[in-house]
């Protein structure tokens, strides 16, 4: 028991010693310890404050993302809606005045001008669309910036007249050669010159300029219109931005033309922003492109000039399209050009139509039941008849792939919906005369 004791003294006090320092060690352990455990803690907190934060900004993108879809659906079909009624209100006109040629002929027009609108904007949307989903492929060739405003002022021709608006073009002598597509690029300064025109008082003037800075060019369109207020002047290329107005302009569309030239312009790897003084005082956009780098002299080609149509030949025509208006409208304007025109609501009838009346121009829908517009256009191939035949695929879809498949069942042409008339007359004029050559 002593002993123990003796032990224990000794023990204790040797421990009281060594166990001053481990206490020592002891106390500052617990105090490094808690120290550490207090900094992952707050590490842990800041973390998760950190992956809270994230995950409250992704739900409020998500939300934004959320609210801007529905926006854009209830735009997109007020959008859409708005030219059917003037459509609508102008059919009616025509039933009411049978006979009336001045009044039929005003209604015919407001058709014709709402179809365009309601066209391009379909058209613009596509574009946007598979330029997101990196399906819009560029076909470049060396081209003179002349040559692709000329185009762009062509298509505007029509809206500058009648806004009496007046266009001034200023190039340098020589010639700005660029490697573009000519049609996407005719599209961006088309799209520029639309707004400039639409977003200015009738009788005005608008500019288009061009400058060679280094192996740059600068493009600008410049307006005396509405002009832009400043906080709006990089939102305005954003999908479906408009700049709120007290009154709408009748010519106002759906905020998606500058996306596309944003987009465009970028696909050329070049850029463009916009300037402005502020409302009531004008806009200006520039456009900066790349230079092409050596100088080419037969760089500036246009498009070759269309053929004037021939008019007078008489075709043997057959259409297929499950959308009976679509093939019977399609059909009794080809029959009133003089052509003998049946129709077909699927591709099997489509077939046996065509066995019989062994047509020179088959026009086919693609999407139709029982055979779609591939597998008929395979199958017209097979016949021997069908040699001189030409074959035109009529589709909803113009991607490059759609074409391709198209090309490889048989068709000669493969043309987007809803076909220009005047292009499918020139078309069939062509397709007639080098079938009888
Ligand atoms: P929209 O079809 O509405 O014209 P855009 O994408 O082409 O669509 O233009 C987006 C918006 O930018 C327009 O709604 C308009 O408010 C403004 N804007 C574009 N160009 C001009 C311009 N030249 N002058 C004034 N405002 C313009």
Excluded at 145 to 154: D, F, N, S
Excluded at 302 to 330: F, K, T
Aim: proline share 4%; glycine share 8%.
């Amino acid at each position: 028991m002593s002993g123990s004791e003796t032990n224990l003294s000794a023990g204790t006090s040797a421990g009281r010693e060594v166990g001053g320092s481990a206490s020592m060690r002891r106390r500052a352990e617990p105090e490094a310890q808690v120290e550490r455990l207090t900094e992952e803690r707050d590490r842990a907190r800041a973390a998760l404050q950190s992956a809270l934060h994230e995950r409250d900004r992704a739900h409020a993108a998500l939300q934004d993302a959320e609210r801007r879809k529905d926006e854009l659906l209830a735009v997109l079909a007020h959008e859409l809606r708005n030219p059917l009624s003037p459509i609508r209100s102008a059919v009616q006109i025509m039933r009411m005045a049978e006979g009336d040629q001045a009044t039929t002929a005003a209604a015919r027009t407001i058709i014709e001008r709402q179809l365009k609108h309601l066209v391009r904007l379909i058209d613009d949307l596509m574009d946007v669309s598979r330029i997101t989903r990196g399906k819009l492929e560029l076909r470049t060739e060396r081209i003179d910036l002349a040559a692709v405003l000329r185009i762009a002022v062509e298509i505007n021709r029509p809206l500058l007249e009648s806004r009496q608006q007046h266009l001034t073009i200023a190039l340098p002598e020589e010639a700005l050669v660029v490697e573009a597509d000519t049609t996407r690029l005719a599209q961006v300064f088309a799209n520029l010159l639309n707004n400039g025109a639409k977003y200015s008082d009738a009788g005005a003037e608008i500019r288009i300029n061009a400058t060679r800075e280094d192996a740059r060019v600068s493009v600008r369109v410049r307006d005396h219109g509405i002009g832009i207020p400043r906080d709006m002047l990089e939102r305005i290329f954003d999908m479906f931005t408009q700049v709120d107005r007290p009154q709408s302009s009748p010519h106002d569309g759906l905020g998606v033309g500058l996306t596309l030239v944003k987009r465009l312009v970028e696909l050329h790897s070049g850029s463009v922003y916009a300037e402005s003084d502020g409302p009531g005082l004008g806009s200006c956009f520039t456009v900066r492109l790349h230079l092409a780098s050596a100088p080419q002299t037969e760089a500036d080609r246009l498009p070759s000039p269309r053929e004037p149509p021939q008019g007078a030949l008489r075709a043997r025509i057959l259409v297929a399209d499950d959308n009976h208006d679509g093939a019977q409208s399609l059909a009794l304007m080809l029959g009133m050009e003089g052509h003998d025109v049946r129709t077909a609501s699927d591709g099997l009838e489509a077939l046996r139509v065509a066995e019989e009346f062994r047509p020179q121009l088959v026009l086919l829908d693609i999407g139709m039941p029982k055979l779609d517009g591939y597998e008929t256009a395979r199958r017209l191939r097979e016949r021997p008849w069908s040699r001189g035949t030409r074959l035109f695929a009529l589709t909803g879809w113009g991607e490059e792939e759609d074409r391709e498949r198209a090309r490889r069942a048989g068709f000669d042409r493969h043309l987007v919906k809803p076909v220009d008339p005047e292009l499918l007359s020139r078309l069939l004029d062509q397709a007639l005369a080098s079938g009888r050559g």
